[in-house]
C-alpha cells in the first residue's frame, strides 16, 4: 500500500515548455486534489475532483489544467510554463468515511 | 480574501515548553478545522481534527481549543520536544464530503534542546 505518489519529484522547465506531473493513489479514494505550496503562502488550491471523469476549479486555476481518466489517477499539466509557477506541488486524496486528506511528497518544480 | 488567518509564521520555544498556534475563520459554514503537520520534504499529514459541537479536543501531547462565537480555534502542544520541529497548517472546510480545505499560511516551529 504505498499511499500517494508524485511523478517526478523534481524538474527543471525552460519558460514555454510544457509538462504533465502525475499523481497515483491506491486506497481507492473518490476525491483527488491539487495544490501548490509557495513559502509564505500556506497550500493554495488549484484543481480538484471529486470522482472520475470530474475536474472542477480551485483558487488559483489559471495555467494550469487537470484530467481523472481513471479513478486512482489525478493528472496537474502545464501548457506553457511561466517561472511564477516555481512551486512544491501536493496531491492529496480521501474519500469514504474519512474527510482526512492523504498527501503525495510533493514535486518541487523550477521554471526559469 | 483570506477565509483562514494563521499567526504566528514562526515560533521558537524551549524543549518542555507549550507552542500555541491561532487560527481565525471567515466563513461560518465552515465546521471542520483539521491541524496538519508537514516535516522538511515531506507532504502534510493530518494531526488533529474537531468539529465545533466541541470546544477542545486532544491527542496525546496535542489539544485542539474551538471557540465558536469568535471564529478561532488554537493548537496547543504540551511538552514540546525537538521532534515537534515542523511547519504546523490550520485549516477549515464544510464537513462534507468532497470539500476541498481552505489552509493557513503556516506556522513554522522551532523546539530547541
Known amino acids: 500500500n504505498a499511499g500517494v505518489t508524485q511523478t517526478p519529484k523534481f524538474r527543471v522547465l525552460k519558460t514555454g515548455q510544457s509538462m504533465t506531473l502525475l499523481c497515483a493513489q491506491d486506497?481507492?479514494?473518490?476525491?483527488m486534489y491539487w495544490y501548490r505550496q509557495d513559502p509564505g503562502m500556506g497550500l493554495r488550491l488549484i484543481h480538484y475532483?471529486?470522482?472520475?471523469?470530474?475536474?472542477a476549479k480551485g483558487e488559483v486555476p489559471d495555467g494550469y489544467n487537470v484530467s481523472r481518466l481513471k479513478k486512482q489517477n489525478f493528472l496537474l499539466g502545464l501548457e506553457s510554463a511561466a517561472p511564477s509557477q516555481t512551486s512544491v506541488y501536493f496531491c492529496?486524496?480521501?474519500?469514504?468515511?474519512?474527510?482526512?486528506?492523504?498527501f503525495g511528497p510533493g514535486t518541487r518544480l523550477t521554471v526559469t | 480574501q483570506q477565509q483562514v488567518k494563521q499567526s504566528p509564521q514562526s515560533l521558537i520555544v524551549q524543549k518542555g515548553g507549550i507552542p500555541i498556534i491561532n487560527c481565525a475563520y471567515e466563513?461560518?459554514?465552515?465546521?471542520?478545522f483539521p491541524w496538519y503537520q508537514q516535516f522538511p520534504g515531506k507532504g502534510p499529514a493530518l494531526l488533529i481534527a474537531?468539529?465545533?459541537?466541541?470546544s477542545e479536543k486532544k491527542e496525546g501531547r496535542f489539544t485542539i481549543s474551538f471557540n465558536k462565537s469568535a471564529k478561532q480555534f488554537s493548537l496547543h502542544i504540551m511538552d514540546s520536544q525537538p521532534g515537534d520541529s515542523a511547519t504546523y497548517f490550520c485549516?477549515?472546510?464544510?464537513?462534507?464530503?468532497?470539500?476541498?480545505?481552505?489552509f493557513g499560511k503556516g506556522t513554522t516551529l522551532s523546539v530547541s534542546s
Open positions: 492529496a486524496s480521501n474519500g469514504g468515511a474519512t474527510y482526512e486528506q492523504y
Open positions: 486506497m481507492n479514494h473518490e476525491y
Open positions: 475532483s471529486v470522482g472520475e471523469g470530474t475536474t
Open positions: 466563513n461560518t459554514a465552515f465546521d471542520y
Open positions: 474537531i468539529r465545533p459541537d466541541v
Open positions: 485549516a477549515a472546510s464544510r464537513d462534507q464530503a468532497g470539500t476541498a480545505l481552505i
